[in-house]
T-cell receptor
């Protein structure tokens, strides 16, 4: 069935460094790729998304890249800050209704 | 202030009891969803609804039931048939079921069954 693999499961970086989270999807019909940030005890919040007609999107310190041929997409956070510490989920949605989520990456930013 | 509310935030029940989790949205979204989240895992879809009086099973619907009598409301009942009900439950909504629309999530309800 459809699935989204996300790596790494845990990532620890020093404040000011960059963090990269990678996802691979299986459904070649996927055309919408959102990223969510979930803080402890809260619901996930959308931080950035990308549609299949673009290869890269940037919003301040956050960027997402998409390689449809390889079925890879990645989240890049630059100049990390302690408040970036959270769990990040990638997801992929195809032509149907279902959004498939990755298992999540727990990011620790050390001050 | 538009958004999704879930209540209560924490819920404790004895084994064998049914329990209903509330989800309300004022975003005027047609589609609503229930997910279950277990530690170290992604979100698993329990039920979804694309319109009032219509809902469909997701990947892990066994032991759960829902209703959609109003556009704004999509309550989830965890029945005694659910073998492992302790989890964090998330409700979400989107403008439409199909199409490239983001899902908005509520704050979640943590259910503990002992």
């Amino acid at each position: 069935g459809e699935n989204v693999e996300q790596h790494p499961s845990t990532l620890s970086v020093q404040e000011g460094d960059s963090a990269v989270i990678k996802c691979t999807y299986s459904d070649s019909a996927s055309n919408y790729f959102p990223w969510y940030k979930q803080e402890l005890g809260k619901g996930p919040q959308l931080i950035i998304d990308i549609r299949s007609n673009v290869g890269e999107k940037k919003d301040q310190r956050i960027a997402v890249t998409l390689n449809k041929t390889a079925k890879h997409f990645s989240l890049h956070i630059t100049e990390t800050q302690p408040e970036d510490s959270a769990v990040y989920f990638c997801a992929a949605k195809g032509g149907g209704f279902k959004t498939i989520f990755g298992a999540g990456t727990r990011l620790f930013v050390k001050a | 202030d538009g958004g999704i509310t879930q209540s209560p935030k924490y819920l404790f029940r004895k084994e064998g009891q049914n329990v209903t989790l509330s989800c309300e949205q004022n975003l005027n979204h047609d589609a609503m969803y229930w997910y279950r989240q277990d530690p170290g895992q992604g979100l698993r879809l329990i039920y979804y609804s694309q319109i009032v009086n219509d809902f469909q099973k997701g990947d892990i619907a066994e032991g759960y039931s829902v209703s959609r009598e109003k556009k704004e409301s999509f309550p989830l009942t965890v029945t005694s048939a659910q073998k492992n009900p302790t989890a964090f439950y998330l409700c979400a909504s989107s403008l439409l079921l199909a199409g490239l629309y983001e899902q908005y999530f509520g704050p979640g309800t943590r259910l503990t069954v002992t």
